[in-house]
């Protein structure tokens, strides 16, 4: 267990270094957490061969925020040493407790940070669950690098989500509901692998239409983070398939009333059939038979939601499940 010097807010940092402490998942659930402050963060980031941080802002011995991060030795050498990154995937969870800001949260982890010789911190938006408080940031001397993401609300009734969405996905949806095809689950590293396959048509396929910055996931780190997430029960794998041919796929991490569509693929011939909307058809439903209340498709670059852009199609497709676009951001800065 480590700490740090209070900062101006009369914060300080405990911290784990290895694996979770005991009870921390559970913490991040009570707390409202996603996924990306679990303790599968942790194990991906130990499986990549990286440091893995597990962080309690506290407040007079309460503990006002949580976070996971992930200690990374970058190539670029300052001072003949190796410039350190302390990388968060989302935003660090605010516990509801002690009266903390967001912006007081990070600025106790930047002093802890740089008490343990990191160079830089990190802080990605992934399902962060208070976005719109991330803007304050940059006036803690951050660079925010702006990111959209979208969110599907998810009622009990599949009528009632249907509604929400475009004329256009509720008729796929149906339609390829009436068609023959068979949902299977595969939670396993050949799911995982199976998977990978079609992810790499997908983004071969956005290469084609233009967004020449389309690459799948590199296959040995992904199998890496794969067993992480696997081992720590963290990610499912589901597919459909007709008359014996997989024809897509997706990857969902869930935590509590949360889901987050972590990757997902399709081959052509279920681009041609409808494949992707009878698995969201198949899944939604059961996603909320399971408590989730919000599932999120994932984010991409602002400038989408305008035409023209290479990824405004994507932005469409998204949007037409009647996800609320949230705006999210990538924070950076020196420690």
């Known amino acids: 267990m480590k700490g740090a010097a209070p900062n101006a807010s009369g914060l300080t940092v405990s911290a784990t270094a290895g694996d979770a402490p005991a009870g921390w998942d559970h913490d991040v659930l009570e707390a409202g957490g996603t996924t990306f402050h679990s303790s599968a963060m942790g194990a991906a980031a130990i499986a990549r061969g990286q440091e893995a941080w597990y962080l309690r802002v506290q407040r007079d ?41 967001l912006a007081q949260a990070v600025s106790a982890i930047r002093v802890f940070a740089r008490s343990e010789g990191f ?21 803690a001397g951050l660079t925010l690098a702006p990111r959209l993401e979208f969110r599907v609300p998810l009622a009990a009734d599949f009528e009632a989500t249907l509604a929400g969405m475009s004329v256009g996905h509720r008729r796929n949806i149906r339609s390829a509901l009436t068609t023959a095809f068979e949902f299977i689950e595969d939670t396993s590293l050949e799911g995982a692998m199976l998977l990978r396959e079609l992810q790499e048509t997908t983004y071969g396929r956005r290469h084609r239409q233009g967004n020449l910055s389309a690459r799948a996931w590199a296959v040995d780190d992904y199998e890496t983070v794969m067993r992480a997430y696997l081992a720590q029960g963290a990610i499912r794998f589901w597919f459909v398939r007709r008359e014996g041919r997989t024809l897509s796929g997706v990857g969902i991490m869930t935590l509590g009333p949360w889901a987050y569509y972590f990757l997902g693929g399709t081959n052509q011939e279920g681009y041609g059939c409808g494949a992707v909307f009878a698995l969201f058809g198949h899944l939604i439903p059961y996603l909320a038979s399971q408590g989730v209340t919000e599932l999120n498709l994932g984010g991409m670059a602002v400038g989408a939601e305008q035409k023209g852009h290479i990824e405004h199609g994507l932005y469409r497709f998204k949007t037409g499940f009647g996800a609320r676009v949230v705006r999210c951001f990538v924070a950076t800065g020196s420690t």
């Open 119 to 139: 160079g830089q911190v990190h802080l990605s938006s992934y399902a962060d669950v208070r976005p719109e408080e991330t803007p304050t940031l940059e006036a």
């Open 61 to 101: 011995g309460q503990t006002v925020a949580l976070a996971v991060g992930a200690g990374i030795r970058s190539r670029t050498r300052i001072l003949r040493r190796p410039r350190k990154l302390l990388e968060f995937q989302t935003m660090p969870l605010l516990t509801g407790e002690g009266g903390a800001t």
